[in-house]
């Protein structure tokens, strides 16, 4: 069984910043894309910032050149800084990781976090 476990969020002025972590636990044996999505209250969810296992990130045009997504393969982690923080980044933000769970079966996994909180104040 796969686990992610979300941490970092809460509560921000305008201007500031902060920093999510997401760790995956279990029988995983390598992880393609990690990525933080977010949905704001009455929207969509929609996709942040992706990172896949050689490095290539993409960024939603919204946050680029505030947020930067990182991961260790090492320790199934992925990380999002947040800077500049704007009340428009308000809302739940979630990993997801697409994952291999056995060796030589290239079926993909698709596993969410169960979301943190981000709210940031004008």
């Known amino acids: 069984q796969v686990q992610l476990v979300e941490s970092g969020g809460g509560l921000v002025q305008a201007g500031g910043s902060l920093r999510l972590s997401c760790v995956a636990s279990?029988?995983?044996?390598?992880?393609?894309?990690m990525g933080w999505y977010r949905q704001a209250p009455g929207k969509r969810r929609e996709l942040v910032a992706i990172?896949?296992?050689?490095?290539?990130?993409n960024y939603a045009d919204s946050v680029k050149g505030r947020f930067t997504i990182s991961r260790d393969n090492a320790k199934n982690t992925v990380t999002l800084q947040m800077n500049s923080l704007k009340p428009e980044d308000t809302g739940v933000y979630y990993c997801k990781i697409d994952a291999v769970l056995r060796a030589g079966i290239s079926m993909i996994h698709e596993y969410w976090g169960q979301g943190t909180q981000v709210t940031v104040s004008s």
């Open positions: 990172i896949l296992s050689g490095g290539t990130t």
């Open positions: 279990g029988s995983i044996f390598s992880i393609n894309a």
